[in-house]
């Protein structure tokens, strides 16, 4: 029981980072290059690409090395699921709704993302239950970590039920 259990942490905390990795499409035009927003929304971008070519190089630089997470986790740990993964699955497949990028202090961004990830892909959010898709809510921290490098500090998630996914936050980014 122990070890589902942390087969399925493992899996869920992969799945945040994807996420960060897959919304970057959704988030690159949305506001000036100087601010910090189209900072976040370039971290968001790189670690897309970085994740599509498994480069795990790149993707290490874009967590904190003070990430730490309300299991205890840290950025080894995150590495090594997301080794594990990269190593276990040739692709995922994501269905993303963000739900904006907040500063409640001027070197720290939050922001929400609903995933619905499958085996196989997602054409809209009408195959969810089809797809037998996993769904999720993140609540992710970034921190400017300097010369604008916006790192993931920590990551918070709890499964959700496709009505929360459909009729959760509205706004697709």
């Keep these: 029981m122990a070890q589902a259990f942390r087969r399925t942490e493992r899996r869920t905390i992969l799945l945040a980072f994807t996420v960060i990795l897959t919304t970057a499409s959704f988030l ?3 506001s ?3 601010t910090p927003e189209a900072r976040v929304r370039a971290t968001l971008e790189k670690a897309q ?3 599509e070519n498994k480069d795990l190089g790149t993707l290490g630089q874009l967590v904190s090395d ?3 997470d309300d299991l205890g986790q840290d950025k080894q740990t995150i590495m090594g699921i997301l080794t594990f993964h990269f190593f ?3 692709s995922i497949y994501l269905l993303t709704r963000v739900h904006g990028i907040a500063f409640p202090e001027p070197a720290r961004a939050e922001t929400t993302v609903y995933v619905a990830t499958a085996g196989q892909p997602i054409r ?3 195959e ?4 037998r898709a996993d769904l999720f809510r993140f609540d ?3 921190a400017d970590e300097g010369k604008g490098a916006w790192k993931v500090t920590t990551a918070r998630w709890r499964r959700v039920e496709p009505a929360d996914f459909l009729w959760g936050p509205q706004k697709q980014l």
């Design 28 to 30: 690159s035009c949305r």
């Design 32 to 34: 000036r290059p100087d």
């Design 49 to 51: 690409a970085a994740a």
């Design 66 to 68: 003070n990430y730490t």
């Design 88 to 90: 276990r699955n040739q």
């Design 124 to 126: 809209g959010a009408e």
């Design 128 to 131: 969810l239950v089809l797809l």
């Design 140 to 142: 992710f921290v970034f």
